[in-house]
């Protein structure tokens, strides 16, 4: 009896424990990388050509020349490049590498402004996700 009392215990126990959360899939993967993207991550800031008003968001992440500029010498990337429907020359799975180690497929690092962003992989994929349900640039 006691060794039922024990593993009944123990089952009861193991029910009540945090249960991890099933990743995110389809859209809610997608609407999680909007978020991140648009509401936290500020990529419009760069990739999105900027109008007096704002970006352009009828041009998202389709790639701009900077607006702003360091003022003294340094590295600096002039130009932001496009990543709406995914950065070219990366697969899905480098861009979800380089958002979570701030590391291109060859090694190097992206100049400033960019930043060395440290996503979760479940992030990583989110924003990546979104980033490649947006239209790439037309000539």
Not at 96 to 118: D, E, I
Not at 122 to 135: G, K, N, Q, S
Request: aromatic fraction near 8%; hydrophobic fraction near 40%; charge should be negative.
């Amino acid at each position: 009896m006691k060794t039922f009392l024990f593993a009944a215990f123990f089952l009861g126990l193991g029910a009540c424990a945090q249960q991890a959360p099933a990743p995110l899939q389809g859209e809610a993967l997608v609407t999680r990388g909007d978020y991140l993207v648009n509401g936290i991550g500020g990529c419009n800031d760069c990739h999105t050509p900027m109008t007096p008003q704002g970006p352009d968001m009828s041009h998202a992440l389709q790639g701009a020349t900077l607006i702003v500029a360091p003022t003294i010498e340094i590295p600096w990337a002039p130009v932001a490049p496009a990543i709406a429907g995914g950065p070219a020359g990366y697969t899905n799975e480098q861009f979800v590498a380089f958002l979570q180690t701030g590391a291109r497929p060859n090694g190097s690092h992206p100049r400033p402004p960019m930043p060395a962003f440290r996503f979760n992989e479940e992030d990583a994929r989110a924003v990546a996700a979104y980033i490649e349900t947006l239209p790439r640039e037309t000539p």
